[in-house]
C-alpha cells in the first residue's frame, strides 16, 4: 500500500513515521524546505520519544521519503492524508486555509482513485468545504474521510501505534474498507475502530479536548478553593480519582493546560457554537478560568516580593508546555516569562528540550542556562513551569547553596510540602498549603 502524508509536523510525521513501521509505504510532504532537507538528511527536527529509531529504520528500509512536491508525494499513493496546521484564526475559529489550499491543489492534480483523509482537527462541515474544493477541479473519483488523532506529544508513538480507538467519518464504504486495512495492524490487541458520518467524526474530536481540557480546569478551581478552605488538593484529587466514574487521569492541578490543541480546540468549539447561536457556557468558563490559571504563579512571586520584581533574577525549571516534548505553543512558561519581564525581573531558565524554540521567540531577552542547577546561580528565587522527570528529586542542598533566597514556587506540585518545611525552603505550590 502507498501513501502520502502531507504535512510534516507532530502529527504528520509520526503518522507517517508509525504506517511505514507497518510496511507501508509512505511519502511525506511539506512545504517547509529546511525541514524536509533535514529530513532528507536523516534528522529528525521535532523532540518526540522513540521516533528517531523507527524513523530511520523506515528510512534505511525505503519505506519513508520526504518530498517538498505535492504532486510527487501523492504519485499512486491510495490514501492522502492531510495533517496540516489548523491554528486559531483572529476570531479564534479554526483557520482552514492551509487544508483547503491543499484541498484544491488536489483537485488539479489527483489523476486516480483516492482516499482524502483529513487528519486535521478541523470543525463539523469542513470535510464537506474539502469534498468541494476537490471535486472543483477534479476530473477522478474520490473519496473525503475525517479520522481525527488523539496522539499526546510526549507518547506520541506509543499513542500512534496502540491507539484506544480509531475513529473514522465517512459515507464511503470503500473509503472505509481502505482505512480499516491501514489502521487493523494497529489494533490487533482488539482496541475499536469506529466508523460514523463525517459530522460525527470531526465534533468527536473537538468534545475530547474540550472535555479534557474541562476536567483539568475544574480540577485548578478546586485546587484554588484548597488553598482558600486550607484543604489539600493531593488529596481531594487521590480521594475522587479512585471513583471509575472519574477516573484517576487529568486531575492534577496546575498552572493550566497550554500547547498546541486544548486551548486553539476549546476556542473553536466556542466559535462553532456561535455559529449555530448555542451558548456553550462552560467553555467560556474553561477558557476564562484557564487564562488566569497561566499566570497564578507570577502572583505568588509578586505578593512574594511585595510587588517589586524589579532587579530580581527569576530561575525557570521547565519551559515546555508539558514533559516530554519540545513543543512550547502556548505554553504557561512563556505568559509567565513576560508578566516576570514586564515587571522588571531578570530571567534565567533550563529546559532539557525547549531552549532552541523559546530562544526562537524570546531572543537575549532572557538567559538560558546549560543546566538546571546553573540556572539557579544567584536567583532570587526558583519557579517549576514544567514536570520534567529530571525536576522531581533534584539535589535540595545545591539548589539552596546556589539561590540568593531559598525560594521555590512550584506550578507542578512536584515536592512534599513537609519536606520543604524540613529542608528550610520557603515553597508554594497549587491547591497546597505553604510551607
Ligand atoms: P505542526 O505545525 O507541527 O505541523 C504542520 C506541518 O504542516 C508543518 O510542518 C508545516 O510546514 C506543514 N504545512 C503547512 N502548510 C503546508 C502545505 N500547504 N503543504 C504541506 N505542508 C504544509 O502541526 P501539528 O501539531 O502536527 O498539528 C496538525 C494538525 O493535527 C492540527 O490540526 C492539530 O490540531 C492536529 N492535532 C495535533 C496534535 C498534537 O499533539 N500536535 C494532536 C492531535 C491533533
Known amino acids: 500500500m502507498k501513501i502520502a502524508v502531507v504535512g510534516t509536523g507532530y502529527v504528520g510525521l509520526v503518522s507517517g513515521t508509525c504506517f511505514a513501521e507497518t510496511g507501508v509505504e509512505v511519502t511525506c510532504v511539506d512545504i517547509d524546505k529546511n525541514k524536509v532537507e533535514k529530513m532528507q538528511n536523516g534528522i529528525v527536527p521535532i523532540y518526540e520519544p522513540g521516533l528517531d529509531l523507527l524513523f530511520h529504520r523506515n528510512i534505511e528500509q525505503g519505506r519513508l521519503k520526504f518530498t517538498t512536491s505535492l504532486e510527487e508525494g501523492i504519485k499512486d499513493a491510495e490514501v492522502i492524508f492531510l495533517a496540516l496546521p489548523t491554528p486559531p484564526g483572529a476570531d479564534g475559529a479554526a483557520d482552514l486555509q492551509y487544508v483547503l489550499r491543499v484541498a484544491d491543489d488536489l483537485g488539479k492534480m489527483l489523476d486516480h482513485y483516492a482516499v482524502v483523509v483529513d487528519k486535521s482537527t478541523v470543525p463539523v462541515g469542513t470535510g464537506e468545504k474539502v469534498q468541494a474544493a476537490i471535486a472543483a477541479n477534479a476530473t477522478v473519483d474520490f473519496?473525503?474521510?475525517?479520522?481525527?488523532?488523539?496522539?499526546?506529544?510526549?507518547?506520541?508513538?506509543?499513542?500512534?501505534?496502540?491507539?484506544?480507538?480509531?475513529?473514522?467519518?465517512?459515507?464511503?464504504?470503500?473509503?472505509?474498507k481502505i482505512?480499516?486495512?491501514?489502521?487493523?495492524?494497529?489494533?490487533?490487541?482488539?482496541?475499536?475502530?469506529?466508523?460514523?458520518?463525517?459530522?460525527?467524526?470531526?465534533?468527536?474530536?473537538?468534545?475530547?479536548n474540550s472535555f479534557l481540557a474541562t476536567k483539568i480546569t475544574f480540577m485548578n478551581e478546586i485546587a484554588n478553593m484548597c488553598e482558600l478552605l486550607g484543604a489539600d488538593v493531593d488529596l481531594v484529587r487521590k480521594g475522587?480519582?479512585?471513583?471509575?466514574?472519574?477516573?484517576n487521569r487529568f486531575l492534577f492541578a496546575g498552572i493550566g493546560?497550554?500547547?498546541?490543541?486544548?486551548?486553539?480546540?476549546?476556542?473553536?468549539?466556542?466559535?462553532?457554537?456561535?455559529e449555530v447561536d448555542y451558548d456553550f457556557r462552560i467553555l467560556k468558563a474553561v477558557m476564562d478560568v484557564n487564562h488566569?490559571?497561566?499566570?497564578?504563579?507570577?502572583?505568588?512571586?509578586?505578593?512574594?516580593?511585595?510587588?517589586?520584581?524589579?532587579?530580581?533574577?527569576?530561575?525557570?525549571w521547565g519551559l515546555a508546555f508539558k514533559p516530554e516534548t519540545d513543543d512550547i505553543r502556548e505554553a504557561p512558561a512563556l505568559y509567565n516569562i513576560e508578566a516576570l519581564l514586564a515587571a522588571g525581573a531578570e530571567v534565567v531558565c533550563y529546559d532539557p528540550e525547549a531552549m532552541e524554540n523559546v530562544q526562537g521567540v524570546m531572543g537575549d531577552k532572557i538567559t538560558?542556562?546549560?543546566n538546571e542547577y546553573a540556572a539557579l546561580e544567584g536567583a532570587d528565587a526558583l519557579?517549576?513551569?514544567?514536570?520534567?522527570?529530571?525536576?522531581?528529586?533534584?539535589?535540595?542542598?545545591?539548589?539552596?547553596?546556589?539561590?540568593?533566597?531559598?525560594?521555590?514556587?512550584?506550578?507542578?506540585?512536584l515536592y512534599s510540602v513537609e519536606n520543604m518545611r524540613e529542608q528550610g525552603f520557603y515553597y508554594t505550590s497549587i491547591g497546597r498549603k505553604d510551607a
Open 292 to 316: 488566569k490559571q497561566k499566570t497564578k504563579l507570577m502572583a505568588k512571586v509578586s505578593q512574594y516580593f511585595d510587588g517589586d520584581l524589579k532587579g530580581k533574577k527569576i530561575a525557570l
Open 240 to 247: 475522587i480519582g479512585t471513583d471509575s466514574r472519574i477516573g
Open 368 to 370: 538560558f542556562a546549560a
Open 143 to 176: 473519496d473525503v474521510v475525517s479520522n481525527p488523532e488523539f496522539l499526546r506529544e510526549g507518547v506520541a508513538v506509543e499513542d500512534f501505534m496502540k491507539p484506544d480507538r480509531v475513529v473514522i467519518g465517512s459515507t464511503s464504504d470503500k473509503a472505509a
Open 383 to 413: 519557579m517549576i513551569m514544567t514536570e520534567w522527570q529530571l525536576f522531581r528529586t533534584p539535589d535540595f542542598d545545591k539548589i539552596r547553596k546556589a539561590l540568593k533566597n531559598p525560594a521555590i514556587f512550584d506550578g507542578r506540585n
Open 257 to 274: 493546560y497550554g500547547g498546541s490543541c486544548f486551548p486553539k480546540d476549546v476556542s473553536a468549539l466556542a466559535m462553532s457554537a456561535n
Open 179 to 208: 482505512m480499516d486495512r491501514l489502521y487493523e495492524p494497529l489494533v490487533r490487541s482488539g482496541n475499536p475502530i469506529i466508523h460514523m458520518d463525517l459530522r460525527s467524526a470531526e465534533l468527536t474530536k473537538y468534545a475530547a
